[in-house]
């Protein structure tokens, strides 16, 4: 079920109406079943996938809680994190690694290897959901939470729709207790929530699905091969995942806010950000923390010397490359993250700096940043290695054509638009656009949002970029 789609918006009201009618525990019973039912839509076997996962992590945690000896803590730490990585390996990367074994059979002369049969369809939001499972278990383990001891409570905290398929990923310690405990109904909360939708479907069918158009055409070859239909390709596609990600997150946590749940905000308007450690505060916040908290301290962070911490920084941006996709392009685009933010380390020390005096200096320092956002986009859209550095390639030649015009004013239109709501943002510390303004501004906004959607929304089916994560 798309968030973009009538029977998503006839779902959300319905379960919305008959929700705050509810007491507390039917509610979540409730809600389990709707989450269950949202998820199952794509097809069931998926669904049977998740429920197994989540009894798995529910029982082990229990015994985790209940278990005195440390040796048997931590085996039974050790299995959960076996099986949840299984899974995600196997659903995940067998594909990855079956196509790569195939390709290097070919290239020693062993042709026509049969694999189709050995193709693995991958669940919808299997990642999202396993890293707040590992999430969940490492926090029990720890003692920074209780383990639940009703399966209904878990079982919510793991598939709550609005997060369920791409986050925000959902820390436990933030999410669990407002699962366990009443929600209260809060007129401005529930208005908040209308308008982070109405904004998230802006984001989404007017900005990120127009620009994908224009992405689709350069990464495809329809716009030629030369470097003005590189760069169209590179910052269409920049404005598109950052609109479709962007404004599904502002669709997740506008529909949790209608049923009293507040999610993490996950976008900080990351282009706006002064270097790479900045724009990794601000883009996928849910993904960062959850990798730096989870993988790059447990590595050892920055605490085992310079050496150790660049490797710390290109473990981490390699696997949350390669958490992206099966594809070799990911795990040069997470590379790629990593190098510079090791460069960025070993000019500027521990942090870089966010404090700039200067206007002009701070100014520079976004258009580069931006930049170097930009480049790493090529390989994660494209198909493969080979395909990005051909576009790179073609950054030589600029030979004009009349056809381009269009495509330039198409993208200044669209990435002026989501500037310029950003810029609101980010000056007046809203979660979205004349929050904090007087309530006739958000009128308006709401209604310009509105005839936007009524008259820009691109046409075609385009799926939210993140779902086959």
């Known amino acids: 079920m798309l968030f973009d789609t009538p029977v998503y918006l006839v779902f959300l009201v319905l379960v919305v109406a ?5 007491p507390w525990r039917p509610q979540n019973a409730l809600l389990l079943l709707a989450s269950y039912f ?16 989540t009894t798995i992590d529910f029982l082990i945690a229990r015994k985790i809680e209940d278990s005195t000896g440390s040796a048997k803590r931590k085996s039974l730490l050790i299995a959960s994190l076996i099986v ?93 207790p407002q699962v366990q405990n009443p929600r209260v109904f809060q007129p401005r909360a529930f208005r908040d929530g209308c308008m982070l939708v109405l904004m998230g479907f802006v984001r989404k069918a007017v900005i990120a699905d127009n620009c994908g158009h224009l992405a689709d055409l350069a990464f495809n070859g329809s716009l030629g091969n030369n470097g003005w239909a590189t760069l169209i390709g590179c910052y269409a596609f920049a404005w598109q995942i950052y ?68 490797r710390n920084l290109m473990v981490t941006m390699l696997l949350g490359g390669l958490w992206h996709g099966a594809n070799w392009t990911f795990v040069v685009w997470g590379g790629l993250q990593g190098f510079v933010l090791s460069i960025e380390r070993w000019i500027f020390g521990d942090h870089a700096k ?5 206007v002009a200096r701070r100014l520079a320092r976004q258009i580069l ?38 495509a330039w004013l198409f993208l200044a239109i669209l990435g002026g638009l989501a500037l310029i709501m950003d810029f609101q943002m980010e000056y007046s510390g809203g979660e979205y656009v004349f929050q904090y303004q007087s309530p006739i501004l958000g009128y308006c906004a709401a209604v310009a949002a509105m005839m936007l959607l009524i008259f820009f929304s691109a046409s075609g089916n385009h799926a939210f970029i993140y779902f086959r994560f």
């Open 18 to 22: 008959v929700y705050w009618r509810l």
């Open 38 to 53: 949202f998820y199952g839509w794509w097809d069931w076997r998926f669904l049977l996938l998740m429920i197994a996962s």
């Open 84 to 176: 949840n990585f299984a899974i995600l390996g196997f659903f995940k990367y067998f594909n990855f690694f079956l196509d790569s074994t195939a390709n290097c059979l070919d290239a020693f002369g062993f042709h026509n290897v049969p694999r189709s049969f050995l193709a693995i369809i991958l669940p919808p939001g299997i990642s999202f959901y396993t890293f707040q499972e590992v999430a969940y278990i490492v926090d029990v383990y720890a003692g920074r939470i209780k383990a639940s001891r009703s399966f209904i409570d878990y079982g919510l905290f793991i598939s709550l729709f609005p997060h369920l398929i791409a986050g925000p990923i959902q820390r436990p310690s933030h999410l669990l």
């Open 243 to 310: 609109g479709d990600f962007s404004g599904y997150s502002d669709i997740a946590r506008g529909s949790a806010q209608l049923l009293g749940f507040h999610f993490m905000v996950n976008f900080r308007q990351p282009y706006l950000a002064i270097s790479l450690q900045d724009f990794w505060r601000r883009w996928h916040i849910s993904l960062s923390t959850w990798l730096r908290d989870y993988l790059y301290i447990p590595l050892g962070g920055s605490r085992e010397g310079t050496g150790k911490t660049y």
């Open 354 to 358: 966010l404090v700039e005096h200067s």
């Open 369 to 406: 940043t931006f930049h170097v956002v930009c480049f790493s986009w090529i390989f994660f859209r494209a198909e493969s290695v080979a395909g990005a550095l051909k576009m790179i390639g073609s950054l030589h030649d600029f030979r004009w054509s009349s056809d381009f015009a269009a």
